[in-house]
């Protein structure tokens, strides 16, 4: 096996697993602990409770889908998303971008599988210091798309393409 045909089963095998723990967790969630009514709540930590609720918009709430046809339109622009972040992932050849494309793509897919059979995505992580929210309530899901996220613009930000020798320079003028 090929050193990128590797990278990209990797890729592929993290972005199933991300997608499975999601679904997983969120039926634990919602079956096993009960919380299946927005704003049932159990607190896990004096700075995290499991709180469900429904998330009908993508990230931060925002597109809320408010009608049907809404709904299958973020259902139909998040499956473009993850179709280019699929084809993004079997293009790249560092493994850390492969990595976070992979979380990316786990991630959505999670979201499309809720938002398809629900009409919304299941949220429940609480993060909360006293009143103090810094984030909305999110999944795992969310998490690993914000990762992925911030791994690629981080690679892109801080790495530096190596300057070209004088020789490459001057024979390319």
């Not at 096996?1 to 993290?14: D, E, K, Q, W």
């Not at 972040?85 to 850390?96: D, H, S």
């Amino acid at each position: 096996m090929s050193f990128l045909t590797r990278n990209r089963v990797i890729g592929l095998a993290l972005a199933v697993a991300i997608f499975v723990v999601d679904q997983l967790v969120k039926t634990f969630v919602v079956v096993d602990l009960g919380l299946r009514q927005v704003g049932d709540s159990i607190e896990v930590l004096p700075f995290f409770d499991l709180t469900r609720t429904n998330n009908y918009g993508v990230s931060l709430g925002m597109f809320t889908a408010t009608s049907m046809e809404m709904r299958w339109g973020l259902i139909a622009l998040t499956c473009a998303i993850a179709l280019f972040v699929f084809i993004w992932l079997l293009r790249e050849k560092a493994m850390a971008d492969v990595a976070a494309l992979a979380m990316i793509l786990g991630g959505a897919l999670g979201n499309i599988r809720d938002r398809w059979n629900h009409g919304f995505v299941i949220d429940y992580a609480d993060l909360h210091f006293g009143e103090f929210r810094p984030f909305l309530i999110f999944n795992i899901a969310d998490a690993a798309i914000t990762i992925g996220v911030l791994i690629i613009l981080a690679r892109t930000l801080l790495s530096r393409e190596k300057p070209a020798d004088a020789d490459t320079i001057a024979s390319e003028s």
